[in-house]
């Protein structure tokens, strides 16, 4: 069983929509959470990140967590066609330990 | 200065040549890591150097030989390659520990012919 899990994608939504990614994990000792966003041919950026349960937004993107349903998303508002990308969610446990799911990619088309 | 600098950004070699991938950051960092990654996969994890001590090595090839000399610095020495280990090379830092946010470099992308 794959520890962190997200839809490969393609995820397709039109400019100005909200775009939403998903990721579950299966380590209940994990306590970071990470938002990666990389371009074809570049390296990881990260966008997010989230510690506790809720929400926590960062201008246009907002990061939820649910420790109890070990789940945590990316939504993006007003998608853009520069949001084109793959998002990778990433698992920190116990401080000596991360985990990336395979990526979601997102195609915003004006 | 938030930049893990990573040289070269692109490498062809051989599979009998010897070369070097470099990585410097000045954040304070202590946490080093290098990563392996193919086209449409996630970076998979080589090497984690914590406060300058090798504290994980996931099993790779001898082929591959991570050094450390300082707290700023990274290098991963590379010798007798296989077509195979052609991907995006990539140094990233944190903090202190494992776990945390990484900061990546822009990553070196080597082609072994």
């Known amino acids: 069983q794959k520890e962190v899990e997200q839809n490969s994608g393609p995820l397709s939504v039109p400019e100005g929509a909200i775009a939403s990614l998903n990721c579950t994990y299966s380590?209940?000792?994990?306590?970071?959470f990470f938002w990666y966003r990389q371009y074809s041919g570049k390296s990881p950026e990260l966008i997010m990140f989230i510690y506790s349960n809720g929400d926590k937004e960062d201008g246009r993107f907002t990061a939820q967590l649910n420790k109890a349903s070990q789940y945590v998303s990316l939504l993006i508002r007003d998608s853009q066609p520069s949001d084109s990308a793959t998002y990778l969610c990433?698992?920190?446990?116990?401080?000596?330990?991360?985990?990336f799911g395979a990526g979601t990619r997102l195609t915003v088309k004006p | 200065d938030t930049e893990v600098t990573q040289t070269p950004k692109h490498l062809v070699m051989g599979m009998t040549n010897k070369k070097s991938l470099k990585c410097e950051q000045h954040m304070g960092h202590r946490a080093m890591y290098w990563y392996k990654q193919k086209a449409k996969k996630p970076p998979e994890l080589m090497f984690v150097?914590?406060?300058?001590?090798?504290?994980i090595n996931e099993s790779v090839p001898s082929r591959f030989s991570p050094e450390c000399p300082n707290s700023s610095l990274l290098n991963l020495h590379l010798h007798a390659l296989q077509p195979e280990d052609s991907a995006l090379y990539l140094c990233?830092?944190?903090?202190?520990?494992?776990?945390?946010?990484?900061?990546f470099g822009s990553g070196t992308q080597l082609s072994v012919l």
């Open positions: 150097y914590s406060y300058e001590k090798l504290s």
């Open positions: 990233a830092s944190s903090p202190r520990t494992w776990g945390e946010k990484l900061f």
């Open positions: 380590d209940r000792g994990s306590q970071s």
């Open positions: 990433a698992v920190g446990v116990n401080n000596n330990d991360m985990r």
